[in-house]
């Protein structure tokens, strides 16, 4: 089945510690998106890619990073420079012009202790 | 900003038609109007999309005002499992890049359905 997948699906951290939340998708899409959702809240934008080898930050790019090595996978790295940490965070996907319904993962819900 | 404005929390008795509406004042003639839903703890799902003219798929109808400035999506016959949180989106043209776009949620509306 295509999809988007995100692993794992909770996640514990101590404060400090570098963490990386894995994005994988096989649905031949070129643009991966990563989004923070916080309770209560809508969703918002962290970074996005178009392509492999690109990526452009979105509106709280501060405390995170990304690489584009596959066009299969985005990988999110919340540093510890992120002051809060703590939320819901969202992969999603699309394919190029004429499609544009935008794909979700599941999930990965972090907690930093 | 998210460009859409909705109401934080409506309900809706079970059979019935579910009407949720969303302010855009602020559209671009290009700009669509999405609508994604989110069920609790799992990511949203895409319902439909329009640019003006009014759209249904087997989940919803979207009706969209001639002056574009605000929409309504429609859930036809509500059931428990459509609970869950809408967002109305405006689809924002990332320049230099128009294959694909960036997309602003606001914080939607919690739908709940009455049995």
């Known amino acids: 089945d295509g999809g988007i997948t995100q692993s794992p699906k909770y996640l514990f951290r101590k404060e400090g510690q570098n963490v990386t939340l894995s994005c994988e998708q096989n649905?031949?899409?070129?643009?991966m998106y990563w989004y923070r959702q916080d309770p209560g809240q809508g969703l918002r934008l962290i970074y996005y890619?178009?392509?492999?080898?690109?990526?452009q930050k979105g509106d709280i790019a501060e405390g995170y990073s990304v690489s584009r090595e596959k066009k299969e996978s985005f990988p999110l790295t919340v540093t510890s420079a992120q002051k809060n940490p703590t939320a819901f965070y969202l992969c999603?996907?699309?394919?190029?012009?004429?499609?544009?319904?935008?794909?979700f993962g599941p999930g990965t819900r972090l907690t930093v202790l | 900003d998210a460009k859409t404005t909705q109401p934080p929390s409506m309900d809706c008795a079970e059979g019935r038609a579910a009407n949720l509406p969303c302010n855009h004042s602020?559209?671009?003639?290009?700009?669509?109007v999405y609508w994604y839903r989110q069920i609790h703890s799992q990511g949203p799902q895409y319902i439909i999309h329009?640019?003006?003219n009014n759209e249904t798929n087997e989940m919803a109808s979207l009706i969209i005002t001639e002056d574009r400035k605000s929409s309504t999506l429609i859930l036809p016959h509500a059931t428990l499992r459509d609970t869950a949180v809408y967002y109305c989106?405006?689809?924002?043209?990332?320049?230099?890049?128009?294959?694909?776009?960036?997309?602003?949620f606001g914080s939607g509306t919690r739908l709940s359905i009455r049995p």
């Open positions: 989106i405006v689809r924002v043209a990332v320049p230099g890049y128009s294959s694909a776009s960036k997309i602003i």
């Open positions: 329009g640019l003006k």
């Open positions: 890619s178009q392509i492999v080898n690109d990526f």
């Open positions: 999603a996907s699309n394919r190029l012009a004429g499609d544009p319904e935008q794909f």
């Open positions: 649905l031949n899409h070129d643009a």
């Open positions: 602020t559209i671009s003639g290009n700009e669509y």
